[in-house]
């Protein structure tokens, strides 16, 4: 497959915020030139930055190092995301099948959190004296140490789906949010969004093994996580994704003052 086909790891996603009525495409803010623009057909092609995929199972002979991505179910996790969208549990299929789609979730959601410190990484190592298979272990390894145990310790966590939600959510290149670390004060979550209108969000169980069913929850309010889309649009630095034009000016103007300054900073 070449890098034009190559489809995006969040494109599973992404086909949430399709818009379908007449005219078929995303609507997505490009953080880069500050422009907000659409997306004709349903293959994401905005979303086209280059991974990097570390593997993050404890142990890594049983990962495949030459993978360009986690293996995800395909179809379990569409119909699992078909139906949080449409705020209809019993479409997502079997207990086991979307515990499966929600570790799936996990995945990608830990693929896309790691690569702004993986690009960083591996620019930091390619000034040093070191070989192509060098540097990539190095990145291996600093990744591996921060994520392997945020791996295990989310395995044992209990996850519910809020679907119904009156507010659409925005996505964006780094969808996942360790409320944990991210927030002030500290909550004890973890969130992916799922569609516009449906938010996994996962909580420690106290458990050391099993895990339990996910829950699924009609939610009028996104609770103490109102700061969604405040911090999914202020760490957005690719592109950002919204179902509407007006959920992405706010940030537009925001983004175009950062740009100001910037220019304004190198000049002579």
């Known amino acids: 497959m070449t890098d034009q086909d190559r489809l995006h790891p969040l494109r599973p996603l992404l086909?949430?915020?399709?818009?379908?009525?007449?005219?078929?495409?995303?609507?997505f803010l490009d953080c880069v030139d500050g422009e907000i623009k659409f997306d004709e057909g349903?293959?994401?092609?905005?979303?086209?930055?280059?991974?990097?995929?570390?593997?993050l199972a404890k142990d890594r002979e049983v990962?495949?190092?030459?993978?360009?991505?986690?293996?995800?179910?395909?179809?379990?996790?569409?119909?699992?995301?078909?139906?949080?969208?449409?705020?209809?549990p019993q479409e997502a299929g079997s207990v086991a099948e979307v515990q499966?789609?929600?570790?799936?979730?996990?995945?990608?959601?830990?693929f896309s959190a790691y690569q702004r410190e993986?690009?960083?990484?591996?620019?930091?190592?390619?000034?040093?004296?070191?070989?192509?298979?060098?540097?990539?272990?190095?990145?291996?390894?600093?990744?591996?140490?921060?994520?392997?145990?945020m791996r295990e310790q989310l395995a044992l966590y209990d996850f519910s789906v809020l679907y119904g939600l009156p507010t659409p959510l925005l996505v964006s290149e780094m969808p996942f949010i360790d409320w944990r670390a991210h927030a002030s004060p500290a909550l004890p979550f973890v969130s992916l969004p799922?569609?516009?209108?449906?938010?996994?969000?996962?909580?420690?169980?106290?458990?050391?093994?099993?895990?339990?069913?996910?829950?699924?929850?009609?939610?009028?309010?996104?609770?103490?996580?109102?700061?969604?889309?405040?911090?999914?649009?202020?760490?957005?630095?690719l592109w950002l994704v919204a179902t509407?034009?007006?959920?992405?000016?706010?940030?537009?103007?925001?983004l175009a003052l950062a740009m100001g300054s910037k220019q304004e900073e190198a000049k002579p």
């Open 244 to 254: 509407t034009d007006d959920q992405l000016v706010a940030t537009q103007s925001r």
């Open 194 to 237: 799922l569609g516009p209108y449906c938010l996994l969000v996962g909580a420690p169980s106290g458990r050391k093994s099993k895990i339990a069913p996910v829950v699924w929850k009609a939610a009028a309010t996104l609770g103490p996580l109102k700061d969604h889309n405040r911090w999914i649009a202020q760490h957005a630095r």
């Open 118 to 149: 993986a690009r960083d990484a591996l620019a930091r190592y390619a000034q040093e004296p070191m070989f192509e298979d060098e540097i990539r272990a190095a990145v291996v390894d600093d990744i591996r140490r921060i994520y392997v145990g």
């Open 15 to 27: 086909k949430n915020w399709i818009w379908e009525h007449g005219r078929v495409g995303t609507r």
């Open 100 to 110: 499966r789609a929600v570790q799936d979730c996990l995945e990608l959601g830990l």
């Open 63 to 88: 990962d495949d190092i030459a993978a360009e991505g986690p293996a995800i179910q395909e179809a379990g996790l569409a119909r699992f995301l078909r139906a949080a969208q449409l705020g209809a």
């Open 42 to 55: 349903k293959k994401s092609r905005f979303a086209a930055e280059e991974y990097i995929y570390v593997p």
